[in-house]
């Protein structure tokens, strides 16, 4: 594990490969950096930086219960940055990693050559939808993160993945298994203050890739159609027979999305 102190945390995070403008990608909840080993593997491969950090309350870094805005995410990985000395990336996330990335773009336009969202929302929460998320925060550290997790396997990932590939319902199995609920819960509270990106993404004037599942039920394809409209030339790719986590469950086509985004950039 590689960790570096930021602040009153430590982040754990994978750093590979050496060429170009680095990639940072973000991992959603309630999940790890694990969860970009596909996407790390084959373009540092190929010769490019990756990045990857552990959220804080997540993985191997620091755990920060009670509620924890975007905003930190987001500070969060700019301070990992500067740490490594990186002025300027690509900025890649997925769920709530894409929200962050979102945060991100909003406090840091400068710093951001190159965008991916993946099965995320440009909206805020409306009140019943926050409602929803604190009360799931107080069940996950009520009763831990075995039955959530179990109850929505079938939706991050397509049941038909689920059956044809059951290494990767491991996978994300345990990453949801081992969140420390505390974590997850202080990011879900933290979710429901977020603002309306909207004006955020139409202001910004970078390559951006849209990626959607076409079996997503937590963010449906008009919000990703949505977020390709405001963004001036920005693409959608809708990947098939995919639900929540497209890049884990079919990466061939997760990574050309990258290759030509980086490309573009």
């Known amino acids: 594990m590689t960790s570096l102190a930021i602040g009153e945390i430590t982040i754990a995070y994978d750093d590979q490969g050496t060429g170009g403008i680095p990639l940072v990608l973000?991992?959603?909840?309630?999940?790890?950096r694990s969860m970009w080993r596909p996407q790390l593997?084959?373009?540092?491969?190929?010769?490019r930086r990756v990045i990857a950090p552990d959220l804080r309350g997540y993985g191997e870094s620091t755990v920060v219960p009670g509620v924890t805005p975007l905003e930190t995410f987001a500070r969060d990985i700019a301070a990992l940055l500067d740490r490594l000395e990186v002025?300027?990336?690509?900025?890649?996330?997925?769920?709530?990693?894409?929200?962050?990335v979102m945060e991100f773009c909003r406090l840091f336009p400068g710093r951001v050559r190159g965008l991916l969202l993946a099965c995320t929302t440009h909206?805020?929460?409306?009140?019943?939808?926050?409602l929803a998320r604190r009360a799931l925060a107080g069940r996950l550290v009520r009763e831990g993160m075995e039955p959530y997790a179990r109850e929505v396997l079938p939706k991050m990932i397509a049941p038909a993945t689920i059956t044809a590939r059951p290494d990767v319902a491991d996978h994300v199995l345990t990453m949801m298994r081992t969140t420390p609920p505390e974590g997850a819960a202080a990011a879900l509270r933290g979710r429901t203050l977020r603002p309306d990106y909207t004006g955020t993404l139409a202001r910004l004037r970078v390559p951006a890739s849209i990626v959607a599942g076409d079996g997503d039920e937590f963010t449906p394809v008009a919000d990703a159609r949505a977020m390709r409209d405001l963004i001036p030339?920005?693409?959608?790719?809708?990947?098939?027979d995919a639900a929540h986590l497209p890049n884990?469950?079919?990466?061939?086509?997760?990574?050309?999305?990258?290759?030509?985004?980086?490309?573009?950039v």
């Open 26 to 32: 973000v991992h959603g909840t309630p999940f790890d």
């Open 41 to 47: 593997d084959h373009l540092s491969r190929s010769g």
């Open 87 to 100: 002025p300027e990336c690509v900025l890649g996330g997925l769920s709530m990693g894409g929200q962050i």
């Open 123 to 130: 909206r805020p929460d409306a009140e019943e939808a926050a």
């Open 233 to 240: 030339g920005a693409t959608l790719t809708v990947v098939e």
């Open 248 to 264: 884990l469950e079919h990466p061939g086509a997760f990574n050309e999305i990258l290759d030509d985004l980086l490309r573009a």
